[in-house]
């Protein structure tokens, strides 16, 4: 019985005369971070900042060329006006004003934070890090790759203010000059200009699977989450609890107004207006209320402002995206009966779309034509050609597309004992290339994440000239591949 007792009283004990772990000493951990996270995150960084300044660069180019289009027609109307826009344009946008510009607040995103305060985290604990050489050097070059990358997305958000401004100014000076077209143009490069950098922002969000797997390593350690909570941008931003010790004690909610001491305040200075001081009170509110009303109306229907980012233009999405991003692979069936010339055919088909906009795509494709036979009691798979495409799908209404093309079949010369001596003529001698040419309707439909179902119903309009004849009608079942 008292072994039991000892037993039972050390298990109790044991947590407590275990050595406990101080907040500043350093965790074990069951790997530690490769040295290649830090390569890894110094290279994206780099990449983005590249990407970045070049399409800074090219988009000014494009602003600045249909500003020249605007001011050479201001000119005509009040030429001091016009030249006074021309030098407040390279004024505006030089590199003083942006680099010396400090109200302009950081970019924040959530991942960048992650990133940044881990290397911050790492150079702190370098024991953390596999050893490597030149492992301080390498820590280095790679925070200050990312604190480069934070002012040059700093520098972007500052030059798209500035153009929105310059934009609004613009309008006022140029309204009612009948400029409307060149209007319009300058506004979707100011507009696209700032999608883009969006879309350079968002390829910031998606980790690499060697940074998820660093991040969430780090993530489980109770030394980490303290250390985001004290030296992280959101906390720089907001005041996260732990972030200051002492700083959310009971003391600080002292100054703060409650809900009753602030209708206590609206009570008093109504009495002390008088009788109509309740009714004026109402008044102003109703005021209040409808102006509140025709601003949100204003946003709902794209009217907000020239600044506003509801462009008054139906803007293409795709314009913002990458070569590679408006690509779509795809690949369909085709099958045909047999004939008296052919056998059963199947058509295997791939294609490579491009994204025009949003409502429609171009590309091209190639085929091959395998041969089953006459029938189920003549089965024999055979070569029966390959083919050419290309085509176009322009979308008409929600899932319906109209789709068109033309294709080339490459037929090889087959010699066919079973068949009539004209159809053996025919097949030796005839051409040896088929030009079809398609249109009809397309169903497209979400088949998973990454790729959409296709159905084809296609007539082909030069069946009729083909010889021998093919189908005149063909159906198609396939699915596309999106990025």
Not at 311 to 339: C, V
Request: charged letters at 20%; hydrophobic letters at 35%.
């Amino acid at each position: 019985m008292r072994y039991c007792i000892a037993i039972i009283a050390g298990i109790i004990c044991l947590p407590l005369i275990a050595p406990t772990q101080s907040n500043g000493q350093q965790p074990d951990l069951p790997d530690q971070v490769p040295i290649n996270y830090l390569e890894q995150v110094q290279r994206r960084s780099l990449v983005l900042q590249e990407k970045i300044q070049q399409h800074t660069v090219r988009y000014l180019k494009k602003i600045e060329r249909e500003e020249q289009k605007l001011l050479r027609k201001l000119v005509r109307h009040d030429s001091t006006a016009g030249r006074a826009l021309k030098n407040n344009f390279n004024l505006l946008l030089s590199d003083s004003s942006i680099a010396n510009n400090t109200d302009n607040p950081t970019v924040y995103l959530p991942y960048k934070d992650t990133l940044q305060t881990s290397l911050l985290f790492l150079s702190q604990h370098p024991q953390l890090l596999q050893p490597g050489e030149q492992l301080s050097k390498q820590l280095t070059q790679s925070s200050a790759g990312m604190q480069a990358l934070n002012r040059q997305l700093q520098q972007g958000s500052r030059i798209n203010e500035l153009l929105q401004q310059r934009q609004q100014l613009l309008i006022e000076k140029l309204e009612g000059l009948g400029l409307t077209r060149e209007i319009r143009r300058l506004k979707q490069q100011v507009y696209y200009y700032n999608q883009q950098l969006n879309e350079y922002k968002e390829l910031l969000q998606h980790p690499s699977k060697l940074e998820r797997k660093v991040i969430d390593l780090l993530s489980a350690m109770p030394l980490f989450q303290d250390f985001m909570r004290r030296h992280s941008q959101l906390a720089a931003l907001f005041r996260l609890p732990g972030s200051d010790p002492g700083s959310f004690s009971q003391a600080s909610y002292a100054s703060l107004q409650t809900r009753a001491s602030v209708n206590e305040l609206i009570q008093q200075q109504l009495a002390v207006g008088g009788p109509n001081a309740q009714q004026l009170l109402q008044q102003q509110i109703q005021t209040a209320q409808t102006a509140l009303n025709k601003i949100k109306d204003k946003i709902s229907s794209g009217l907000a402002g020239p600044a506003s980012d509801m462009p008054d233009f139906k803007p293409n999405r795709q314009k913002t995206k990458t070569f590679k991003q408006r690509l779509e692979w795809g690949t369909n069936l085709q099958s045909q009966r047999a004939t008296n010339y052919f056998p059963v055919t199947t058509d295997i088909g791939v294609s490579l779309g491009y994204k025009l906009n949003d409502r429609s795509v171009a590309g091209i494709g190639a085929s091959y034509k395998v041969g089953w036979g006459q029938g189920w009691n003549h089965i024999a798979v055979s070569n029966q050609g390959a083919g050419l495409r290309s085509f176009v799908d322009w979308k008409i209404r929600k899932t319906y597309w109209l789709s068109g093309g033309l294709e080339a079949n490459y037929r090889p010369r087959l010699a066919v004992n079973d068949l009539p001596l004209p159809a053996m003529s025919l097949l030796s001698t005839g051409p040896r290339w088929q030009q079809s040419g398609l249109v009809g309707l397309s169903k497209k439909y979400q088949a998973g994440k990454r790729f959409a179902g296709k159905i084809q119903l296609l007539w082909d309009f030069l069946s009729y000239r083909q010889q021998p004849r093919s189908q005149p009608f063909v159906c198609r079942v396939g699915y596309d591949f999106k990025k």
